[in-house]
């Protein structure tokens, strides 16, 4: 018994020993590291963070085109679950910095630090070509600028921070001019790269931007860049410049006999990693027309099928005040079902108001009833002076580009949103989205 | 060697041998003051390390010396000394004892302590503290409002349990853990809430990750309270400071209750019971103007159609009668060597909702061998298999909860399924009787708890003694979680994927061993005794957890792998953590009692994991009446002065050092983005320092005995995540920004107001307050928790309390965050009463009442039902103050402060008290004349939860409520909740 004893002590000096060695540091078992690209990243590292690009081009997407469209009164979101669709974004109570809603302005931060995260890797990787490097930068600045484009819309005059390469000291939000400006040159910078990326991408687009999907073709750099002239061509729009907004059209995908619906696709699969269109009209998110405008537009327009009628009405009430939906959004009815990211139809009337702000009234009206006669709708024939014309390209517009994200953003830049209809008595339209509070609150900070 | 056998079980008591001279057997029995036998008594020969303890009639037999006194022991009894002289026959009464002066109470990693000499306020509850009343359905639930300095609050309603607990206030941020660590048998046990996927089925929540909203219950509902023979809580850091690294939320020490030795006892209990709402909600009515205004045309045709045919869809869906029924059967016994505990139980408890429940089977086996003399062992094992069905309440985005949508859903509807079984569509969204009755949340656990504690004794001398101890154990469990919306749901049909199907797995490892050493020393003559701990601790924990989640699945399928879309993940999780320890403790004749100690930790989940942070800790306690004779001609009995002080910590939450490329698809193929927040590898945990001093005393013989103490416990280094500005890609970063101090007060009374043969009524008043404040912060201030200003956050901000409610409207509507202040998520005290009368002997009445003052709720349940039209007041019109605007309407537009600065009745968080009659019980035992030899006892009984309850909240069903689960801060958000529950219970068991 003794000995047994004297064994079980020495085993507990044995088991003592444990404390002796050094811990090991566990690693993340999920997830690979930001830090794991930063240094001499591979080709198929890159590759990734390319289709990342692609992907995260679709962050923000919902929320965005949403709220753009409730705030421009384009459409309502007759949320069932959430009454601040009705509310908040329409003006009857008021506008709150800390909610959901932030989406608008904020999900589009991640894309720009794709980008930039993919920028900074190709500077210190030896692993992959020159040209191969431009076609990752070419990319990477496009749906930066894209991603900025959408950002400075939902914050309109507050602007938005152009270097954000350390999160931890970004700058301060340029002003709205400026902003545009920024996305100009880094749209800019994108093209001159694509121009220097050779004949193919290193690797395979996308089916919205590759030949997969209807209408798109984009899968090589001398493609690709005409995607980003497009977005170009609408930023210089929207500075009001439209011998550049000419120019960039001319080096776009715009195509005046070619079908409207020419251009890139954001696509969707419902299974992760992927995941679902994340317009469609759910249980509980029912986007719907607004029912004065679109009983104005003629029943033989092929546009009439962007929404569905609904009889008997579909009904919304929050907030003490409440409306009769007739027309259903019907844009995309499948979880597969691509999203148009920039479309020729948008080239077309982009280029008839250019025409029509620099004089050539002809040329404009010609223009506009492309569109109208494309879509077996009547042409106008009696629309002269500028405003009229102007005015004119803003109701196609309205129906062309109806919830893509562009009436409230257009009657902006035009300085008419005090011509925006109002649905619903003591309904206001805001003029920009308010600063989300986390970014106030970073500027405010005062570091210890 | 020899007399070393005889050993009880309470060895521990055993301060040191000696060798008597001459000596002779004493035999009696321990009876209580109802003449029944009390098991377990410890029998000890006074100034020396030989003792019994009585068996299961409470018979003993000893050897002793002829001059010998036997201390007669036992928790719960006043101590008693005997002198032996000349008889051989020593039979005692003990008395039952209020205060618990003589109970042991845990001093450290390996010691103990009598109450009577702690300098902590350390809290103990017995069984009969815990199920004496009334059968709680989990043991959180048991510890409610029994407990001053704690705050524990029910998250909901639905049978199964999920409580959020704190003690001492807030104890981290939210980057810690924020519930106390529980220690079961020496085994470190799980508590977390498993994820199921039900929050992204409703829409709860985007994305895939995991979420406090699919409001599940916390995995403490696994064990059964009944097994629990006592559960010490360690509040704060000045107790806790041994425990180290993990112990800055508390921690609870729970210890099973084990064999005593003598005759085979079996011990039979059954409760049979019912479960109903305790009040409703809605009832407002309907005219063909406000359903056309509210539900539109749809609405309009529906209560035309209705003909005056309404239904209360509110009583129909929570208005149904639970059914309780556990069963439990025990067998204690054991001889001198080896002694056993085996309990098997079952409870069965349906909720007041159809199709919601929840049932645990418990087999326990606590088994205690001596090897040798030097050498014993005790292993326990316990295997519970839960079976829970939450029901659908809480947040929802898609109509599916019905506790979201029957504040919608108005009486005129005809939703009831036709002769085929068809449920009619609801023009609201969905039909909540077709969730009720067609769709799936249930979640089961299979788990095991298991230990050993071997103790060897490898000196023990006149003088001093030297034992080892070495305790390991482990808790498995293995979780399947499934949901299931059928594909023909009306919620479902709107979806480009109709049906929706989750399985989940987890499965959960934690893994501790250690190893102490005590050394106790009392030189003779000397009024001095040494107590020596030192030793080291390994714990760990592997989880790993995968589901696979479908959308669109064909009709009557609810396999997830059949649908059309997937998603699945697979998450692990390992850490390790390393400690070691040191302790002295110092007793002066029960005169003084010193302690020091020292705990050193390191752990895989901080930044360096092999930075080793030390723990000290110190305390004094004095009992002032036992110095001189002062105290024998005066009405005090005890009176001691404590002082304790104490360091703890709380570890990083797992992830916190990565910054991870998250997977991404599109098109079929893959590709990498980096996550939103970034990683910190310079991450150190939070550390808690704790001041903690009090005064106990007794009046008449301990008749009336009250424990005072004041705590300041600071938290330093809080983690917080750095806020960035969101359009930089990157929302946040952990980092050590914050400090906060908690100050507090508990006092616990206790009377035995009548102490007669054949009535005794004791009290015990229960009063504590915690306050909290945020004394450092070098993060920009930030709103957490809650669904936006508009309904109420929590903000963080320097100078304030972490736990202040705060909304819309702004107060300066230039300034982004000035914010309205609606007041504390903490209340402003807590007061509970309990109460227990025993009459005739054998009649015993028992009652806790819990009272909790003024503390802030965001409520967005009423939100919901004016929204619906439904609130039982939502005609009235006397809260405008213009006489004709309906309630409902016009709290749909207001929020704010009214002129004397309470919340509106609106769109804002509210402030509330309430009084709950927690629990109350009437028992009969049933005498022995009647019963007659066949058995031990018989015992019949009735009690019920919630009787009563009074309570100013009206902004939802009960004040106590947690959309988000158990939370540091953000829980108590009420939404889409479900009645309060009354129960309602019958008892009976008996003894053979």
């Known amino acids: 018994m003794k000995n047994l004893k004297y064994k079980i002590f020495a085993a507990v000096l044995g088991l003592s020993t444990m404390q002796s060695c050094e811990l090991e540091v566990v690693n993340d078992p999920n997830f690979p590291s930001v830090g794991g690209v930063s240094e001499n990243a591979s080709k198929a590292q890159l590759d990734a963070l390319a289709l990342g690009s692609y992907s995260l081009a679709r962050n923000g997407l919902a929320t965005y085109t949403q709220v753009v469209g409730v705030v421009g009164k384009e459409v309502f979101n007759f949320n069932s679950t959430e009454s601040r669709w009705w509310t908040e974004l329409n003006g ?23 980008a930039n995260i993919i920028l900074a890797a190709c500077d210190k990787t030896t692993q992959v070509t020159d040209a191969q490097k431009n076609a990752y930068k070419g990319v990477a600045n496009t749906f930066k600028g894209l991603a900025y484009l959408y950002m400075v819309n939902a914050q309109g005059k507050n602007g938005i921070r152009l270097n954000v390469e350390d999160p931890f ?13 920024g996305i100009a040159k880094i749209l800019d910078d994108a093209a001159g790269q694509l121009d220097a990326a050779g004949s193919s991408f290193p690797f395979t687009s996308p089916s919205g931007f590759g030949t997969g999907v209807a209408g798109s073709n984009f899968g090589t750099p001398t493609s690709f860049k005409k995607f980003n002239r497009a977005i ?50 759910t249980s509980s998110v029912r986007v719907v027309g607004i029912t004065s405008e679109w009983d104005a537009l003629d029943k033989a327009d092929k546009r009439w099928s962007k929404v569905a009628v609904q009889n008997p009405t579909i009904a919304y009430s929050a907030g003490g005040s409440s409306y009769e939906g007739k027309y259903l959004s019907n844009i995309w009815k499948a979880a597969t079902d691509p999203v148009a990211i920039i479309r020729n139809e948008e080239l077309i009337l982009m280029l008839a108001e250019v025409e029509a702000q620099t004089g050539s009234a002809t040329e404009a009206l010609k223009l506009i009833n492309l569109i109208r006669t494309t879509n077996g709708n009547k042409a106008l024939d009696n629309v002269t002076g500028k405003d009229n014309l102007v005015n004119a390209i803003l109701d196609e517009r309205y129906f062309s580009l109806w919830y893509e994200g562009h009436r409230w953003v257009d009657m902006r830049r035009l300085n008419k949103l005090a011509q925006i209809k109002i649905p619903v008595v003591g309904m206001k339209v805001l003029e920009n989205m308010e600063r989300p509070v986390q970014e106030v609150n970073w500027d405010n900070r005062i570091v210890k | 060697m020899k007399k070393r056998l005889l050993f009880a079980l309470l060895s521990f008591l055993i301060a040191s041998s000696s060798l008597l001279a001459q000596s002779k057997t004493v035999s009696g029995t321990v009876n209580d003051s109802g003449g029944q036998g009390i098991p377990g008594v410890s029998v000890r020969v006074k100034n020396s390390n030989k003792g019994i303890s009585t068996n299961g009639d409470g018979k003993f037999s000893l050897e002793v010396g002829s001059n010998a006194v036997l201390v007669f022991s036992a928790v719960g009894y006043t101590s008693k000394e005997v002198t032996v002289g000349n008889s051989s026959t020593i039979n005692v009464e003990l008395s039952e004892d209020a205060a618990n002066l003589d109970e042991i109470v845990v001093s450290g990693l390996a010691t103990n302590v009598k109450r009577s000499n702690l300098a902590n306020a350390v809290s103990r509850l017995s069984s009969k503290d815990l199920t004496g009343t009334t059968t709680p359905v989990t043991t959180d639930g048991a510890i409610q409002g029994k407990l001053a300095g704690a705050n524990i609050v029910a998250n909901g309603s639905m049978p199964g349990g999920g409580f959020n607990m704190q003690f001492r206030g807030v104890s981290t941020l939210g980057s810690s853990a924020s519930q ?30 995991a979420s406090a909203q699919d409001n599940n219950a916390n995995r403490l509902a696994d064990l059964n309270p009944d097994d629990i023979e006592s559960i010490e809580v360690l509040k704060g850091a000045s107790a806790a400071a041994i425990y180290g690294t993990r112990a800055n939320a508390g921690v609870v020490i729970i210890t099973t209750k084990r064999g005593k030795g003598g005759k085979t006892k079996v011990s039979f209990g059954q409760d049979l019971g019912v479960a109903n709402a305790y009040a409703y909600y809605g009832g407002a009515a309907w005219t063909a103007d406000k359903a056309k205004a509210i539900n539109g045309d749809a609405g309009l045709a529906a209560f035309n159609a209705a003909a005056g045919k309404y239904t209360n869809w509110e009583k129909e869906i929570f208005g149904s009668t639970g059914q309780i029924k556990n069963s439990r059967l025990s067998l204690t016994g054991g001889n001198d060597k080896t002694s056993f505990y085996v309990n098997g ?48 309440t809480g947040n929802d985005n898609s109509s599916i909860n019905y506790g979201y949508n029957i504040p919608y859903t108005p009486s005129y509807l005809q939703l009831f399924p036709d002769a085929n079984g068809n449920y009619p569509n609801s023009p609201v969204g969905e039909n909540p009787l077709a969730i009720r ?52 749901l009306q919620s479902q049909k709107a979806e480009a994927n109709p049906g929706y199907a989750q399985d989940t797995r987890a499965e959960v490892t934690n893994y501790n061993i250690q190893l102490a050493a005590v050394h106790t020393y009392a030189p003779t003559g000397s009024a001095f005794n040494f107590t020596t701990s030192a030793g080291i601790v390994q714990l760990g924990t592997n989880a790993a957890s995968n589901f696979i989640r479908g959308r669109g699945l064909p009709a009557g399928v609810s396999n997830a792998s059949r649908a059309r879309a997937f998603e699945q993940d697979v998450d692990y999780r390992r850490n390790t953590d390393q400690g070691v320890f040191a302790q002295e403790e110092v007793n002066f004749g029960d005169k003084i009692i010193a302690s020091a100690g020292v705990r050193f930790d390191r752990s895989t989940l901080n930044g360096d994991p092999n930075k080793w942070y030390a723990f000290p800790r110190a305390s004094v306690a004095s009992n002032f009446h036992k110095f001189g004779s002062w105290a024998s001609d005066s009405p005090i009995s005890q009176l001691k002065g404590r002082i304790a002080y104490g360091q703890t910590a709380g570890l990083p939450t797992w992830g916190i050092l990565y910054s991870q490329l998250g997977v991404t698809g599109i ?36 008749r009336v005995t009250a424990e005072v103490t004041f705590y300041n416990k600071k938290v330093f280094d809080l983690i917080q995540p750095l806020v960035t500005a969101p359009t930089t890609g990157v929302t946040s970063t952990n980092v050590n920004a914050a400090d906060l101090t908690n100050k507090g007060v508990e006092i616990t009374l206790g009377a035995d107001v009548v102490k007669s043969s054949n009535l005794t009524w004791f009290v015990q008043p229960i009063y504590w307050f915690n306050r909290s404040e945020i004394t450092r912060l070098t993060v920009p201030e930030r709103l957490t928790g809650g669904f936006g200003a508009t309904f109420g956050q929590w903000r963080i901000k320097e100078g304030l309390s972490p736990t202040q409610i705060v909304g819309q409207p702004r107060t300066d509507p230039a300034n982004p965050t000035s914010w309205t202040v609606y007041g504390d998520q903490q209340p402003k005290f807590e007061f509970s009463l309990n109460q227990r009368i025993t009459f005739f002997k054998n009649f015993e009445f028992s009652a806790l009442a819990h009272y909790r003052h003024k503390f802030a709720v965001v409520s967005l349940a009423r939100v919901l039902w004016d929204e619906g039209g439904n609130t039982s007041d939502w005609n009235e019109t006397n809260q405008a103050g213009d006489g004709k605007t309906e309630n409902g ?104």
């Open chain 1, 92 to 114: 009857l109570r008021p506008i709150d910095n800390s909610a959901f809603y932030n989406g608008a302005t904020t999900g589009f931060g991640l894309p720009v630090r794709q």
């Open chain 1, 169 to 181: 000291n970004p700058s301060k939000p340029a002003s709205y001019t400026e902003s545009l400006a």
């Open chain 1, 232 to 281: 170009a061509a609408r930023v210089a729009l929207y500075q009001g410049d439209y011998t550049k907004v000419k120019t960039l059209l001319g080096q776009s995908f715009m195509d005046l006999a070619g079908d409207l619906n020419l251009g890139p696709k954001h696509t969707f699969s419902p299974s992760s990693p992927d995941f679902a269109n994340p317009l469609l009209n």
């Open chain 2, 180 to 209: 106390p660590l529980f220690i079961v048998d020496g085994v470190y046990i799980d508590n977390s809430q498993n994820s199921n996927g039900r929050s992204q089925a409703n829409k709860a929540v985007g994305g895939s990750a």
């Open chain 2, 345 to 392: 139980s079952y409870s069965d408890e349906t909720g007041i909702v159809k199709n919601t429940g929840f049932t645990r089977a418990s087999f326990r086996t606590n088994l205690d061998h001596k090897l040798t003399s030097w050498l014993d062992l005790a292993v326990n094992a316990n295997f519970v298999n839960s079976d829970n069905d939450r029901g659908w």
């Open chain 2, 437 to 488: 009755d067609r769709a799936l949340n249930n979640q089961k656990v299979n788990r095991f708890i298991g230990g050993v504690n071997l103790t060897a004794r490898a000196l023990n001398t006149e003088n001093s003694s030297l034992t080892f101890k070495l305790s390991g154990g482990t808790d498995y469990q293995n979780g399947l979680a499934k949901i299931w919306l059928p594909s023909d």
């Open chain 2, 667 to 702: 098109g079929g193929q893959g590709g990498l983005t980096p996550s939103t927040v970034l990683g910190n590898t310079l991450i150190q945990p939070e550390r808690a320092t704790e001041l903690e001093y009090g005064v106990d005393f007794g009046l008449f013989k301990n």
């Open chain 2, 889 to 992: 309407n016009y709290r749909q537009n207001v929020n704010g402060l009214d002129e004397n600065g309470k919340p509106k009745p609106g769109y804002n968080p509210v402030v509330t008290s309430f009084l709950k009659l927690r629990e109350a019980s009437l028992y009969y035992r049933i005498p022995k004349s009647i019963i007659g030899k066949k058995l031990d006892g018989l015992k019949v009984g009735v009690s019920g939860n919630n009787l009563f309850r009074w309570t100013d909240y009206t902004a939802g069903y009960d004040p106590e409520n947690s959309n988000f689960g158990s939370a540091a801060l953000g829980s108590g958000v009420d939404i889409g909740s479900a009645p309060l529950v009354r129960r309602l219970m019958f008892h009976i068991s008996v003894d053979l």
